[in-house]
């Protein structure tokens, strides 16, 4: 049982190339979630869906996209990568069948753009 | 929705006290406390659901005061390994979580 398995967990990027983080989770949790993390702003909701074929926006949506095929997949697209993208990406599921939906993270993508 | 957290920051010796609390401008449905080592995910350590329930592990635990939307986790007798930035999470409902700026604890010998 591997939890949320996020790659690469490092990237740099030129301004303006376009690039996928990858994330999955293997637990059967059907939301799972994007957040970005910055100095000082703790972890801000990118997208999130709760489950096969339905997203939505969360506080930070702006420049990324997300799709959910399956399950276990959720991956995030930088369309045109910002150096304000420079930031500390982290993948999460969350298991609904317990009560208060504890969030699992996975181990972080570390991605900076030039 | 963000929460606000307080302290900012926090330097403790070992076998110290620390309190962090965590306060929302909405009712809340759930309060969610993680901590984060430097380069690391965020670990779950409790979740309290609204009713006022207070919960521990060990030498941390957590209230939650339902009416006043706010939450606060007890650190009693430090130890060098509660060393990390702790975030709190609320929910306002069986939806997202959204967290607050962390606050960072650091335990010296």
């Known amino acids: 049982n591997a939890g949320v398995t996020q790659t690469p967990k490092f990237q740099v990027l030129k301004t303006g190339q376009s690039m996928t983080l990858q994330c999955a989770q293997d637990?059967?949790?059907?939301?799972m979630s994007w957040y970005r993390q910055d100095p000082g702003m703790g972890l801000r909701l990118i997208h999130y869906?709760?489950?096969?074929?339905?997203?939505d926006q969360g506080e930070v949506p702006n420049g990324y996209n997300v799709s959910r095929s399956t399950t276990e997949d959720f991956p995030l697209r930088l369309l045109s990568a910002a150096p304000s993208q420079t930031s500390v990406y982290f993948c999460?599921?969350?298991?609904?069948?317990?009560?208060?939906?504890?969030?699992?993270f996975g181990e972080g993508s570390w991605l900076t753009v030039v | 929705q963000q929460p606000v957290q307080s302290p900012q920051a926090v330097i403790l010796r070992e076998g110290e006290d620390a309190v962090i609390n965590c306060s929302s401008s909405?009712?809340?449905?759930?309060v969610h406390w993680y901590r984060q080592k430097h380069g690391e995910a965020p670990v779950f350590l409790m979740i309290?659901?609204?009713?006022?329930e207070q919960k521990g592990h060990e030498k941390i635990s957590a209230s939650f005061n339902e009416k006043k939307q706010q939450s606060s986790l007890y650190l009693t007798a430090s130890q060098l390994s509660y060393s990390g930035t702790y975030f709190c999470?609320?929910?306002?409902?069986?939806?997202?979580?959204?967290f607050g700026t962390g606050t960072r604890l650091t335990v010296i010998p």
């Open positions: 999460a599921s969350r298991d609904d069948r317990l009560s208060g939906n504890t969030i699992y």
């Open positions: 637990m059967n949790h059907e939301y």
């Open positions: 869906s709760v489950g096969a074929g339905i997203t």
């Open positions: 909405k009712a809340l449905y759930s």
């Open positions: 309290l659901l609204k009713g006022g």
């Open positions: 999470g609320t929910a306002t409902g069986a939806n997202n979580l959204f």
